[in-house]
């Protein structure tokens, strides 16, 4: 059984969000006075007892305007309480029942679901019950007092909910792999999203900006499990003011960090812009297995020679991240979205792969044979004594050469496309390390090695 769900339901800017920083012990939820910053429900991973389990924070409920996302977000609320084991209903202590509170109470009622109820804000403990009791009327049961930014009540609220989870014993963990969609805005992030996962999971919308926090989902394909995060839309920096869209595109970056492999989404018609390289530039600094995804390629007009041109375009723009797996898509109608998981499995055996040492060395016999380390103008001429592989996730190889300064850009690069051309990589960064060693202390490991039971 895969971990328990709860869901946080309630209307706009009673906290919810904070609540579930608190509960998840994060800040990964952006809180902000402005009303509606939540829109997609986010997920995240929570313990309690012995329970671990995923907080679902929702967007706030209102239902007398059916205008902008407002229909969206109850929609997505609608899912989150169809996933959940409980609910938890936050109302504003401070404010007191309002009519608003009353209409998702009796929405409430109707789903066949336990309910909690949290009255959040109740920052002072002399007056929290007191503001608690006010919210007996809603008839939803005892009113927890809790305070979503001061941690108080949060205990007695969980131990509440703890009872309508299945037992620890049930709950089996699996590996996942992590994958981050990342890309400009409006290039159909979300809708990769919903589309690899046939459900409506992400609001989509024409509206720039739709999408403001990182979306987690996790769901098992074939007997794996993957955990796909949608991100917001990252812009120049120059654009973004500090405020919402400030937090919204470090919460894309930290998606990034913590993914094993990325999905950059462009799209066909805008083709690849500055902030693409940018982008695709980010990923290879986090050292990130990454899967070019070309998406709206339904909305091109197209002859027998696109692709190739398209293919020798992306070269040309994004020749850093030429090593990338690339495919052509759209995600509104799922043309070749499917293809994806093939190049996800790919990327991330890719990026955990270790190469046993006898093999890097053989690559890089055969690259000096073909092509000799360069000498400076001294006459110094460079050489790699032997090179072993130190980690993974990048792929990361030391070469231990005599002088690193001998060895040039180009040649780096020559070394590295060697190491592709023997080894694979596909889809992953490899990274090279020089590093100097003495020809004393090369005999010295020779002989180690030599001697050494294997």
Excluded at 241 to 268: C, H, K, M, P, T
């Amino acid at each position: 059984m895969s971990l328990p769900v709860v869901a946080v339901i309630g209307r706009p800017n009673v906290g919810k969000s904070t609540l579930v920083n608190r509960i998840a012990s994060d800040r990964f939820a952006i809180v902000d006075d402005e009303p509606g910053i939540t829109r997609d429900r986010t997920y995240r991973p929570a313990f309690w007892q012995d329970r671990d389990f995923l907080i679902v924070d929702t967007g706030g409920l209102v239902f007398d305007d059916d205008s902008e996302f407002l229909p969206l977000i109850r929609e997505q609320a609608q899912i989150a309480l169809s996933e959940a084991c409980a609910a938890i209903f936050v109302v504003n202590g401070q404010e007191g029942p309002t009519a608003a509170d009353l209409e998702v109470a009796n929405w409430l009622r109707q789903q066949d679901i336990p309910l909690v109820l949290a009255v959040n804000k109740c920052e002072s403990e002399t007056t929290g019950f007191a503001q608690a009791a006010e919210f007996w009327e809603l008839g939803l049961g005892y009113p927890y007092p809790v305070s979503g930014m001061h941690g108080t009540g949060t205990g007695d609220l969980l131990d509440a909910v703890i009872p309508y989870m299945p037992p620890a014993s049930e709950i089996e963990e699996r590996e996942e792999t992590n994958v981050a969609i990342v890309g400009r805005p409006n290039v159909g992030k979300s809708s990769l999203l919903n589309a690899l996962s046939q459900t409506s999971r992400a609001i989509v919308s024409p509206i720039a900006g739709t999408t403001r926090d990182s979306l987690d989902m996790v769901l098992e394909r074939e007997g794996k499990m993957y955990r796909l995060i949608d991100t917001a839309g990252i812009r120049k920096k120059n654009k973004v003011e500090y405020g919402v869209e400030f937090f919204s595109i470090n919460r894309s970056f930290r998606a990034i960090r913590r993914s094993q492999v990325v999905v950059l989404v462009l799209d066909a018609v805008d083709g690849v812009t500055e902030q693409d390289q940018k982008l695709a530039d980010r990923i290879i600094d986090e050292g990130k297995a990454c899967v070019l995804a070309v998406n709206k390629w339904d909305a091109l007009e197209k002859d027998s020679h696109t692709i190739n041109k398209y293919l020798s375009y992306l070269s040309d723009r994004l020749y850093f991240i030429d090593w990338s797996e690339k495919i052509f898509i759209s995600a509104l109608t799922g043309k070749r979205v499917s293809k994806i998981w093939q190049l996800l499995d790919c990327a991330a055996t890719e990026h955990s792969r270790r190469v046993p040492t006898a093999v890097v060395n053989e690559v890089i016999e055969e690259a000096v044979r073909w092509q000799t380390p360069p000498t400076n103008r001294q006459g110094k001429a460079g050489k790699i004594y032997y090179g072993t592989q130190v980690s993974t996730a990048p792929p990361t190889m030391v070469l231990f050469v005599n002088d690193p300064k001998l060895f040039k850009e180009n040649y780096k690069r020559y070394m590295e496309k060697q190491f592709r051309l023997q080894l694979g990589f596909a889809s992953t960064p490899i990274r090279l390390l020089w590093r100097a060693k003495r020809p004393r202390d090369v005999e010295r490991t020779t002989d180690q090695r030599r001697t050494t039971p294997v």
